[in-house]
């Protein structure tokens, strides 16, 4: 999928977000400034979220109440697959829950099998338009 726009990219998560269920676990990877959080905003506002879907770099997991959990993390200033697991991480990978992570490429050995990973990738020539491409690995 090409986005042309901020706009198309948070409407795409906002689609994306009626073939998510409870306990996917969705890996966001890209450069910096490529779109991951606000690909991650767009899924959670998809989900019925209405609050402030931030960037959790520097707090490392945000918990967004809803119906059910929406955990949002980021492995971007993570050092360690120990820093992961000091956090609890694994926990957060339940039936109940929606799992959202940014960064996901730095430790891919800790993510579920059934993990929707979604690539953004700058489009060449266009500095507002990405490529998003979605599989499982």
């Given amino acids: 999928m090409i986005s042309h726009s901020p706009e198309e990219t948070y ?3 906002v689609n ?3 073939r998510i269920t409870q306990g996917d676990v969705i890996a966001l990877c890209g450069e910096l400034g490529a779109g991951k959080t606000l690909l991650a905003r767009g899924i959670c506002r998809g989900l019925g979220y209405k609050d402030n879907v931030t960037s959790p ?5 945000n918990t967004y109440p809803h119906t059910f959990p929406i955990y949002h993390a980021d492995f971007y200033l993570i050092r360690s697959d120990d820093e992961i697991m000091e956090l609890g991480f694994a926990e957060l990978f339940n039936t109940e829950s929606i799992v959202i992570i940014e960064w996901a490429q730095r430790f891919p050995h800790l993510l579920p099998e059934s993990c929707l990973w979604i690539d953004i990738k700058w489009h060449e020539g266009r500095a507002e338009m990405r490529e998003i491409a979605i599989n499982r690995k």
């Fill in 16 to 18: 994306l977000a009626s």
């Fill in 57 to 61: 770099s520097y707090m490392r997991i």
């Fill in 11 to 13: 409407q795409f998560g």
